[in-house]
């Protein structure tokens, strides 16, 4: 069991060769949004957007498509058919293959099962999946085993319970563990302390955050800033720690400077730069 | 007669145990705004957003929540049906029973006085009424009395005059402790030194404040902050106590740093937090 | 003939009693904006912004309503009739004699000009003239002579010769007195040295500037910022002059702090406080 | 074979004279975005506006119009047909005699050849082609030879290949060098060190940029920057050879204060005039 800081901050800013160009440092996706819950995926965009990925591309109902894109200028939006009850249908003319990572699920709402089997089957990436996405991967999460790439569940301990219902949370590290090793998943179990556990059983604990991170929107953040990170990485490791410190470490930063009732989940968004360049080095 | 600076900012910002999550430290629903005053619920939002609650929920006409929810992406935001004349005419689908506090009433125009009589009678949790909200239970006052959670009425002395037009305003704050015992309600009584008077009778003033804050907006964003606060405390006394502080000490603080003719609504709202974090711990 | 920026800095920020009410200190309408030209009616309603007025209302053709108000929330936006040009056809619904001053003109395009003559006619307050606002009145400035309240004439040489044909612009002070002892009005001669002359024959050049401001959209920050100074005015001027120092040193500020092209008219409306609180007091 | 930045930030801010007004300092316009990439077209007018312009005119798809208008109220914006597949169709009503210089290509996607081309042949002033705008004229560059006015064309290294499939770019210098000759207009080959070639043969290479440059988006605003130095320029050489240099320096700039991930297009955009000021005098 490893305290996550150290490492976790070592690693970032990520790297970038002097000779960079946009489509070698990381082409993401995020699938997020419904009719009803649609600030989420400006959220989920604004994380990731905080990453630094060479391209991201967002694919929402077509309810949302022109907020979020007059939001997020340098995203690329497809907008997408929309159900009855206001969530996504389907990702028509996405080709999931191009994409080194997908982050799927906040804000989703009542999608279908479907969306989220397909994501798991052909994203050829690695896929992060949060809120929405993970109830709707409850029950079939023998799919995650097959894929190639990595795969992250975000879930907060009632997301949890209904993953892994057999799973007992009173040792959070241990259930973290036990998931991942099941699910062939990286699993960041949030809350207080969060945990992470990789597929292989390594457990780690993050001591940072801030109950400033209570809010509405505030997973919707990380899970962006999750997937912009895998995006970059050969690696899912450094991504996946980088991410759960560099989120609960800006959180406490903000804390610090607008108060603990002042880090509503934009704030954070909006911050998670400023923190790390005012962090060093 | 209390003065009530001191122990209105000894409560803020709100203390927040390390374990709190989203739905620990307050949901709150604003039900504000109509197609002519449309700006009023963006302002009784962000308002609300400054307080800090854990879960922000806004009913609006549908004419207005696609731009509410573009400039705040945390909260979620329920379309409501609008009457013919633009304003609100119901909440379908809103559960009234789960939210900690309830605001309505800025911008809502000419909606019918049963929205306001629902809400009062069915809001399980504290209710703040202000502006129109004010106007549509003028008359019908005697429904307060039944509510177990507590309520909040924050009139201007036009407002005050319609609600209680046989309590004369030359003693602001006998008329205030008056109301407040008659209503069985808090009593925020707005103007150059505001006074706030409780259902059982006390009476404070706030010597504060800025003519700076004489602005259309300034009572919305004061409306969504109490709301915020009342959410998060078992206790009314510093929710009401510390928001009236709060909105005032930052008009202030703003107005020397904008000048006096520098604090819209708007500055006002993005300026409660800043201000609370500049004002020390 | 005198030179404009003392007196003109010495009423800035206007003074406001601790008493003041957001209905005592100003009340403006802005009328503005066209399907073609939209961008006028929110700078017009952001430099009215800044110098606030305790009421802003604004009157848009449709199709620019909802723009303009989610960018001010704190504004009270009257969508009126558009015509099969884009222009603004009508003003229903809004009372003119309730304005403490009228601004009219940025962006109207191709409007009828008797929407222009019935604000100089009926506008119970000041009223300002800007831009298209300017040629629509051009040959029916008799009109002015009629109104009890002030009026203001906005115009830059190109403007100055519709409305004055036969007055020569070699000599600009000259020229600038003579319109405004023919018409009745104010007239703001626009240029590197605007000249302000008045009804009485006063003039008065300005010697500041910047030519940072020769940008589009400049003029109508100007319009909304004397608008917002003539609400809260008894004495036209005060306001003129004010607003007139307060927009040129504002480039000037600006152009040092973003070079000489980096005031566009959003910058510049959003630089009125910050220049004119670092100015002090 | 020159370095450029010393030559080419002494020209930078471009000087203006004390007289200058809106339609003596650059009248531009910007032809950009299509429904699948709209946000082009507001970053495009982005780096436009932080170039200083008298004038900034956009023509768009009309499903964009609307939204890049709220973002840029200073801009007049011509809302054009649109096709079936989403690009631009036509520029009806635009007078393409009357712009200092014309900028064309980020997000037009599938639009007719025949809009560039026109263009092309009619714009009385400098023309930058980009993105989408170099592969429409791409097997047409003979039009080029007929322009009076100066022509830029700015591919990355896969747009050089579509345009020049015969000049390998083992020799970026060479390979830019023949372009320019051989096309009549000035070529920007961007890249880890932008080479600028004109058409009269001599070379510059730009030693500074930075990898967090490597992001979408990047290349839309050095495309309206180009355009608003070209349209006060009456010389193309130093509004190119600084726009480069500006775009790349202010790159670095904004790294080091945002880290490496930090500098999305947005932020790229909102940071030139930041920079240029930083950097003096």
């Known amino acids: ?15 970038r060769p ?11 996706l995020a699938v997020a949004g419904s009719r009803q819950y649609g600030g989420a995926a400006t959220l989920v965009a604004l994380g990731a957007r905080s990453g630094g990925p060479g391209m991201l591309y967002l694919a929402l109902p077509e309810s949302l498509a022109d907020r979020v894109a007059a939001r997020l200028p340098e995203a690329i939006v497809h907008p997408c058919p929309q159900a009855e009850n ?14 080194d990572a997908v982050v799927c699920g906040p804000g989703l709402g009542k999608a279908e ?14 896929l992060v999946l949060d809120a929405d996405g993970l109830n709707l991967i409850a029950g079939q999460l023998e799919v995650l085993a097959q894929r190639a790439a990595p795969t992250v569940l975000t879930p907060h301990p009632g997301e949890f319970k209904r993953l892994f219902p057999d ?5 959070r590290q241990g259930a973290a563990r ?18 992470v556990a990789s597929p292989s059983g390594q457990v780690w604990v993050n001591p940072g955050g801030s109950p400033a991170l209570a809010r509405g929107g505030s997973g919707d953040v990380l899970a962006g800033l999750l997937g912009a990170l895998l995006a970059q990485c050969e690696n899912p490791e450094p991504a996946v720690l980088g991410a759960v410190w560099w989120h609960a470490a800006a959180g406490e930063w903000l804390a610090a400077r607008h108060t603990v009732l002042g880090v509503d989940a934009e704030t954070l968004a909006l911050g998670l730069l400023p923190f790390l360049a005012a962090d060093g080095p």
């Open 1 to 15: 069991r490893l305290l996550l800081p150290d490492a976790a901050r070592a690693g970032l800013p990520l790297a």
């Open 167 to 171: 799973i007992a949370l009173a040792d």
């Open 18 to 28: 002097a000779t960079a160009h946009k489509y070698s440092v990381g082409t993401l």
């Open 113 to 126: 099962q479907a969306l989220v089997l397909r994501l798991a089957r052909e994203a050829a990436g690695a």
């Open 86 to 99: 206001g969530a996504l249908a389907d990702l028509p003319g996405v080709d999931l293959e191009k994409f």
């Open 178 to 195: 036990t998931a991942a090793l099941r699910s062939h998943a990286w699993i960041v179990l949030k809350g207080a302390r969060t945990v």
